[in-house]
């Protein structure tokens, strides 16, 4: 189900200048005048925007303002760290206004990563956020993945599952079945431009998501494994199965779709949190994580919308428990 962001008339509240600005970070590519749009209530996030975008870019930028602490909230919680501040620039990428250009930033953690290039998305803020959690899920990889297939593939899942699908369009597991469908899961491949490398690590975690195993779980795993570690000792470690099964299974697994590869979930692992109690009773504690994630939000003046998002991100990052099988500069796009 998807939580889109509303529109809303807080972005003219006040000329941006007659704000108090910062002086913005050297931005990876953005070369003109950063205005600044405001920092959200819990400091982690300073938005900027390019004023030549006009209303339409400067809407998309206090929708990321009002959305961003929801964003980094379920990102620690996916990668079970905290992470750090980051400024982020709305501008048309590459010339885009339709979120298109994709998203770009400089290394994989919080230090030489934290200025982060969104592109605008006229009309469609719920893509601004989700390339934002592209690059913010990369900076939580604690300096490893950068470059890599696994760390693209875990980056765009993390997208995809906190940004509510919103950047379906960039989609590569199709490619990668096209294409012959290549084991990308005994070796990974040392870049994070290739659609079919990508592609079999969308499909891969939409497959091992579909069998129980929650997406935090995988994160924090793939973080462990580092730029070696493929998705054959992913599944190894969290399936408690030798990891040598686990490119027959896959393959298996997807030759046996009705519909085949159409999307980058084509096992419906982003639904599965939907169906918690069908695969293990609720514990005391996610219960508690529920509530109090509920209860910030409401006491933030959060939009039901967005309590519904927060909601479903703790779902996707809780373990199972005990049922569970027991366990460089880069750009967003398909360019």
């Known amino acids: 189900m998807r939580h889109p962001i509303k529109a809303t008339a807080r972005a003219t509240v006040a000329p941006l200048q007659q704000r108090d600005a910062p002086t913005p970070p050297q931005w990876p590519s953005f070369t003109g005048t950063a205005q600044f749009v405001g920092t959200t209530a819990s400091g982690r996030v300073t938005v900027y925007v390019d004023p030549t975008t006009g209303q339409s870019g400067l809407q998309n930028a206090q929708d990321l303002l009002n959305d961003a602490d929801r964003v980094v909230s379920a990102n620690d919680q996916l990668f079970g760290t905290s992470g750090g501040p980051v400024s982020v620039v709305v501008?048309?990428?590459?010339?885009?206004?339709?979120?298109?250009?994709?998203?770009?930033?400089?290394?994989?953690?919080?230090?030489?990563?934290?200025?982060?290039?969104?592109c605008a998305s006229y009309g469609n803020s719920a893509r601004v956020s989700a390339l934002f959690e592209a690059?913010?899920?990369?900076?939580?990889?604690?300096?490893?993945?950068?470059?890599v297939s696994t760390g693209e593939a875990l980056s765009r899942w993390?997208?995809?599952?906190?940004?509510?699908n919103a950047l379906d369009d960039f989609a590569t597991a199709p490619t990668w079945a096209r294409d012959g469908m290549a084991d990308y899961v005994n070796r990974t491949d040392p870049t994070d431009r290739g659609a079919d490398s990508t592609g079999c690590g969308m499909a891969f975690i939409s497959w091992l998501m579909s069998t129980g195993v929650d997406l935090g779980s995988i994160a924090r795993t793939i973080v462990?494994?580092?730029?070696?570690?493929?998705?054959?000792?992913?599944?190894?470690?969290?399936r408690s199965d030798?990891?040598?099964?686990?490119?027959?299974?896959?393959?298996?697994?997807?030759?046996?779709?009705?519909?085949?590869?159409?999307?980058?979930d084509p096992f419906g692992g982003a639904s599965q949190p939907a169906h918690l109690g069908q695969?293990?009773?609720w514990t005391v504690e996610l219960a508690g994580k529920v509530f109090s994630?509920?209860?910030a939000d409401i006491a933030a003046g959060k939009e039901p919308h967005q309590l519904t998002a927060s909601v479903r991100a703790v779902l996707v990052s809780a373990k199972f428990g005990p049922s569970k099988a027991r366990p460089s500069k880069k750009r967003e796009g398909t360019k």
């Open 279 to 281: 695969l293990a009773p």
């Open 293 to 295: 994630t509920i209860l």
């Open 158 to 164: 993390c997208a995809a599952v906190i940004g509510n």
């Open 135 to 147: 690059e913010l899920s990369e900076c939580s990889m604690g300096g490893n993945l950068c470059g």
């Open 242 to 264: 030798a990891g040598v099964n686990a490119w027959p299974k896959f393959l298996a697994a997807v030759q046996a779709l009705p519909n085949g590869v159409t999307d980058d």
């Open 224 to 238: 462990a494994g580092g730029d070696t570690g493929t998705l054959a000792d992913l599944y190894a470690r969290l």
């Open 91 to 118: 501008f048309a990428l590459d010339g885009a206004t339709d979120g298109s250009g994709g998203a770009d930033h400089m290394g994989c953690d919080y230090a030489t990563g934290a200025a982060i290039e969104v």
